[in-house]
């Protein structure tokens, strides 16, 4: 079915793209710092892993070392995983300060320093990665489907009709005003009277009350 965009927020839009760029960034850094710094075992890094680490980073790491270190449970008894990390000889704290990151998409003008926090992929920032030549990298569909939610349009053919009609309304309504020469102060009562806008000296809607108007009931 034919749908026409009537909205769509702009800087909603931005944030969101920004936002998957960010995580892809930090993604592709943190396996990166696990790879060079923190693979003790040589573990094989490769999709399922990346997903694992990336989803809980402590929990996967400390399954590792729990598996690996030649350090095993006395009497069936699991050591401290603090204490077994330091008996092996692993900067367990190390890893944790190493993914504990500024958040994707927490930056913005209310808050400079962002949200500093450990590191955990969570279900929405995973449909934005494909994992591809031992990196992840952006997947744009993803990222064009999230921006979706900040668009609105006119679909159904009420809608439509509605938004046909006042897109005609306005154009007749500054053809009439041009044509008749109604002048700034006899605009500015018209758009007053109408609660419409006055750009210019051409009569607009805002776009988030065209919503409104044409999605009502």
């Keep these: 079915m034919k749908k026409i965009l009537v909205y769509q927020n702009d800087e909603a839009i931005q944030a969101a793209i ?19 710094r923190h693979n003790h075992f040589k573990t094989k890094v490769d999709e399922n892993f990346a997903y694992k680490l990336l989803r809980d980073p402590v929990a996967t790491f400390d399954e590792l070392l729990r598996a690996n270190s030649p350090i095993k449970p006395i009497a069936g008894k699991e050591l401290d995983i603090v204490k077994l990390a330091e008996l092996t000889g692993i900067n367990r704290e190390m890893f944790i300060s190493d993914f504990t990151v500024v ?22 920032s995973t449909k934005l990665l494909i994992w591809q030549d031992n990196e992840f990298v ?7 489907d999230a921006c979706e939610v900040f668009k609105t349009y006119a679909e159904t053919p009420q809608e439509l009709e509605k938004l046909k009609w006042f897109e005609n309304f306005f154009e007749n309504l500054n053809e009439y005003c041009e044509s008749e020469g109604v002048g700034r102060i006899d605009r500015n009562r018209i758009a007053m009277f109408l609660k419409i806008n006055l750009d210019n000296g051409r009569f607009t809607i805002k776009p988030k009350d065209l919503v409104r108007k044409v999605k009502a009931a």
């Design 18 to 36: 920004e936002k998957a760029h960010e995580t892809i960034k930090t993604c592709n850094s943190l396996i990166n710092k696990f790879a060079i």
């Design 103 to 124: 958040m994707p998409g927490t930056i913005d003008r209310y808050n400079k320093q962002g949200v500093i926090a450990l590191y955990r992929l969570d279900v929405e």
């Design 138 to 144: 952006l997947n744009k569909k993803a990222v064009a």
